[in-house]
C-alpha cells in the first residue's frame, strides 16, 4: 500500500552544508531500507513506501487550537485517533515523523502501524476488499514522448468541467502515477525526488501548485521543471485548499494515462524505490482516503447544521488531506458541485475542508471506491498537543529500524470494547482464530484479521496498551479544555511553554475565577437592583464594603482551590483513579447509576467533612470561623460562597476526589460538578427559601449560619434528616 508520514523541520534544513548532508542522509538511508525490505517483507508481510518530510514555511499557516485535539482517542466507536497531519500548519524546530504499514491478509486486509495506531469508528461497516493481484502486463513503458504542455488559459469551471469528460482510453495503455505536489513555493527536496523519479519516465507525471506569485527558479535538468499548472492563493483551513486540490486532480485527469493520482507536500520524500510504490499502487483499483466518523470536537462539533438536509451528522466525516486515489474516484471527485457548494457555504473556522470535504463526500457517495485509511501517520506517542518532533542529526538508519521493527504493532484497544486473539492467546475471548489473528468487537463480531506481525503481545499485554491508550484520551480532555479557556483568553506564548501539569492549574484558575464572579455579579444584580424589596429587604442588602471584602478572601484562596481539581486531574490521567473517559464505554444506563452513587457518596462524605469542622473546635476556630463571620455581621451574600479559609474549602471538596477511587465515574462530569460548585454555593448563601424540596436551598443553610448545629447537607437534605440535624424553615417561621 502507499503510506506516508509527515517530518517538520527546522528552516535550517535549507541551508546549504545542512541540506546537502541531509539529501546525502536519506540517500544511503533509502538504499540500505531497500535492501532491508529483499529479505524483511517476505516474513513480515511489511511494505513502507511513502513517508512525508516537512520542511520549510507552509502557507498562511495558522495556529488554530483545533489541530491539538487529534492526537489521542482509541475506541473504535467513540472516535479512533486521527491520523490526520496537517502538513500546512507544522511548526518550525523539530521533525516529526511516521510510517504506514499494510499486513497481508488471507481474505481481507487492514492497515497497522508501526508505532500507536487507531482504527476509524467505521471499519466496522466496511466491506474489506480482497489482496489485489499482480498485474499481466510488465513494468516496461514505451518509448516516452516529449513532455505535454500543462499550462493553459481555461478557467477553473472550465478546467473542471473538461477533467470530468476526457474518455477513458480504449487502447492498452501503460498507467502512469500522477504526483500532485502543493506548495507555496519551492520544492527544497527536489533533487531527491529527481534521484527518485530517474529511469523511469513514462511511469508517472508531475504537478505542481504553488503560489502565483512564486517565481520559478527550478532547473531544466529537473523533473519537475514546466510541471507548473496554473494556480491561485491558498489559505489554510478555507475552500482554497480544496479548489487547490480539485484543480491538481483537473490537470492530472487531462492526460489518460494516470491512473493513480498522489497528493504530497512539499516536504515529502520517498521511502522505497519508484519500482516498489508503482507496483503497488497499480494493483488495486481502490482508492487510499482516511474517512471516519470522530464524534469529538473536532469531529461532528465542526459539523455545521445548515448543511442539512444535503450532508446529514450521521454521514458527516473526518479524514487526512493527504490521499492516493484511483482515477475513477478522481473523476468523480471534480464532477461534484452538490456537496463542493455545501462546503463552501458552510463549512468555515472552526470547520476545515481540507479535512472534511473528501471524507464526508466518499463516504456518503462512493464508499465502495475506498479503502478507507489515510497514507500519513505521525507519532503522537508522546501525548501533548503537537506530535513528536525529531531534529536533523535524527535522520539516521536507526531511526528508521525503530520505525520498521518497533514491537509497538499490536492494535490497541479499550480495554473490554475490543478483543485482539493471537494464536496463544485467545483466552477469555469468544472464539478461535483461523488465521494468524482477528480483531473483534465488544460482541465478538470479527473487524477484521491478519497473518502476520511484528513482535508478540497476549492479551494481557494488548489489553495493559489498551489502558495506556485509554489514558491518553484524559490528556486530550483536559488539554481541549486548556486550548478552549486559555487559548481564547491569553497569547499563547504566555501558557503554551507551560508544563502540561500547570496549564490545567492556570485554566482551573481562570475558569474558577471567571465562573464565582460573574455568577456572584450576576446574582447580585437580579436580586439586589432589579427585584430589591422582592426577595430581599432594602435595609438587609450587603454593602458593597462586605461584598468585596468577602470576594477578596475568596480570591485569596482561589490558587488553593484550583490546585485541588488540577492535583485530581493528574491522579485520573496517571489511571489512578477508576474514571472513564466515554459515556459510551459503559452506556448511558451505568453511567447513570454510577452518577447517582457517586453523588451519594459526595452529599454523605461533605456533610460529615462539614459537620466536623463544627464539631472539633480547632478546625472550626482556625478554619471554618472565617467563613461563618458574614453572618455574625449579617452581611451574607453569595460571595460568600467561596469564602473560605483556603484549607477549609479544600477539605470540603476531597469527598469528590475520594470517590474516584471507589466509583466509576465521567472525567468530564466529574470537573463539571467541580466547578457547578462555584454556582451552587453562591445560591444557597443569598438567604432565600426556594421552598423546593429535597433541595439543600438558601433557606436550610440559613438557618446553618444562625443556629451553627444544623443542616449540614450541600446539595440535599437528606444527610442531616438521616443523621438527625435538619431543621426546616417552615418550622422556623412558624415558631416566629
Not at 87 to 92: L, M, R, T, V
Not at 529 to 545: M, Q
Not at 575 to 582: A, D, I, L, Q, V
Request: a positive charge.
Amino acid at each position: 500500500m502507499a503510506g506516508s508520514g509527515c517530518i517538520s523541520s527546522n528552516k535550517d534544513l535549507l541551508k546549504s552544508e545542512r541540506h546537502t548532508s541531509l539529501f546525502d542522509n536519506i540517500s544511503n538511508i533509502l538504499h540500505n531500507i531497500d535492501q532491508i525490505l529483499k529479505t524483511t517483507h517476505r516474513k513480515t508481510g511489511w511494505a513502507y513506501l511513502i513517508l512525508r518530510l516537512r520542511v520549510g514555511s507552509r502557507i498562511n499557516r495558522s495556529n488554530h487550537s483545533f489541530d491539538r485535539q487529534m492526537r489521542s482517542g482509541t475506541n473504535l466507536r467513540d472516535g479512533g485517533k486521527s491520523e490526520v497531519d496537517r502538513c500546512w500548519k507544522a511548526p518550525y524546530g523539530g521533525l516529526s515523523i511516521g510510517v504506514v504499514s499494510a499486513l497481508c491478509l488471507k481474505s481481507f486486509s487492514f492497515t497497522i502501524p508501526a508505532f500507536p495506531f487507531w482504527f476509524p469508528p467505521s471499519i466496522s461497516k466496511l466491506s474489506l476488499p480482497p489482496q489485489p493481484q499482480p498485474p499481466a502486463r510488465p513494468l516496461s513503458p514505451p518509448p516516452p514522448g516529449p513532455p505535454t504542455p500543462i499550462m493553459h488559459n481555461m478557467t477553473d469551471e472550465e478546467l473542471l468541467k473538461k477533467s470530468s469528460m476526457v474518455p477513458q482510453s480504449q487502447e492498452l495503455l501503460v498507467p502512469k502515477v500522477a504526483f500532485m505536489f502543493l506548495t507555496p513555493g519551492p520544492l527544497p527536496l527536489a533533487p531527491l525526488w529527481d534521484k527518485f523519479f530517474q529511469s523511469h519516465e513514462g511511469l508517472y507525471s508531475i504537478y505542481v501548485h504553488s503560489h502565483p506569485s512564486y517565481n520559478d527558479s527550478t532547473p531544466e535538468n529537473s523533473v519537475f521543471y514546466g510541471r507548473r499548472i496554473p494556480s491561485q492563493p491558498v489559505y489554510w483551513g478555507t475552500i482554497s485548499m480544496i479548489d487547490a486540490e480539485r484543480r491538481l486532480l483537473a490537470n492530472a485527469l487531462l492526460d489518460v494515462s494516470n491512473q493513480r493520482f498522489v497528493l504530497l507536500s512539499d516536504s515529502c520524500i520517498p521511502l522505497f524505490n519508484f519500482t516498489t510504490i508503482y507496483k503497488y499502487l497499480t494493483e488495486t483499483n481502490l482508492s487510499f482516503l482516511g474517512s471516519f466518523d470522530d464524534p469529538r470536537k473536532p469531529g461532528r462539533g465542526r459539523y455545521n447544521r445548515q448543511m442539512w438536509p444535503t450532508i446529514t451528522i450521521e454521514q458527516w466525516r473526518k479524514g487526512s488531506q493527504w490521499f492516493e486515489i484511483h482515477r475513477d474516484l478522481a473523476v468523480k471527485i471534480v464532477s461534484d458541485q452538490k456537496y463542493y457548494q455545501v462546503f463552501h457555504e458552510h463549512c468555515l473556522p472552526p470547520c476545515y475542508n481540507d479535512e472534511h470535504y473528501l471524507p464526508t463526500l466518499v463516504n456518503i457517495l462512493y464508499p465502495e471506491m475506498n479503502w478507507n485509511r489515510s497514507i500519513t501517520w505521525v507519532d503522537w506517542s508522546r501525548g501533548g498537543p503537537h506530535p513528536r518532533k525529531f531534529g536533523w542529526i535524527d535522520i539516521k538508519v536507526e531511526l528508521f529500524d525503530q520505525i520498521r521493527f518497533g514491537t509497538e504493532c499490536m492494535t490497541k484497544p479499550i480495554a473490554g470494547r475490543v478483543k485482539l486473539n493471537v494464536d496463544g492467546c485467545s483466552f477469555e475471548n469468544p472464539g478461535p482464530s483461523d488465521c494468524r489473528g482477528v480483531i473483534r468487537d465488544e460482541f465478538g463480531k470479527v473487524m477484521a484479521g491478519f497473518t502476520s506481525q511484528l513482535g508478540e503481545a497476549t492479551n494481557t499485554e494488548a489489553e495493559l496498551r489498551a489502558i495506556i491508550e485509554g489514558l491518553k484520551l484524559f490528556v486530550e480532555e483536559t488539554s481541549w479544555y486548556n486550548d478552549i479557556v486559555l487559548g481564547s483568553l491569553l497569547p499563547e506564548k504566555w501558557w503554551v511553554p507551560l508544563p502540561h501539569f500547570f496549564r490545567g492549574w492556570l485554566r482551573n484558575f481562570i475558569g474558577g475565577t471567571l465562573l464565582y464572579l460573574l455568577s456572584g455579579v450576576l446574582w447580585c444584580f437580579y436580586i439586589y437592583y432589579l427585584k430589591r424589596n422582592v426577595y430581599v429587604p432594602k435595609d438587609a442588602i450587603p454593602t458593597r464594603k462586605a461584598m468585596l471584602l468577602q470576594i477578596g478572601v475568596a480570591m485569596k484562596a482561589m490558587p488553593w482551590y484550583c490546585a485541588f481539581p488540577t492535583i485530581s486531574e493528574y491522579m485520573i490521567e496517571h489511571g489512578w483513579t477508576k474514571c472513564f473517559s466515554r459515556i459510551s464505554d459503559v452506556g448511558c444506563v451505568a453511567y447513570l447509576f454510577y452518577l447517582t452513587v457517586y453523588l451519594v457518596f459526595v452529599e454523605f462524605g461533605i456533610y460529615w467533612m462539614h459537620r466536623e469542622l463544627h464539631d472539633i473546635k480547632p478546625l472550626y476556630k482556625y478554619l471554618h470561623a472565617t467563613h461563618h463571620i458574614y453572618n455574625k455581621q449579617n452581611t451574607l451574600s453569595p460571595f460568600a460562597g467561596l469564602a473560605f479559609h483556603p484549607l477549609d474549602g479544600i477539605l470540603q471538596a476531597v469527598p469528590h476526589v475520594i470517590a474516584l477511587f471507589i466509583v466509576p465515574m465521567h472525567f468530564t462530569t466529574h470537573i463539571a460538578l467541580l466547578f457547578i460548585e462555584g454556582i451552587w454555593t453562591a445560591n444557597i448563601h443569598d438567604c432565600i427559601h426556594g421552598k423546593l424540596w429535597p433541595v439543600m436551598g438558601a433557606g436550610y443553610h440559613t438557618i446553618h449560619h444562625t443556629t451553627y448545629r444544623h443542616n449540614y447537607g450541600h446539595y440535599t437534605i437528606w444527610m442531616d434528616w438521616m443523621f438527625g440535624t435538619l431543621r426546616d424553615p417552615l418550622d422556623e417561621a412558624k415558631k416566629i
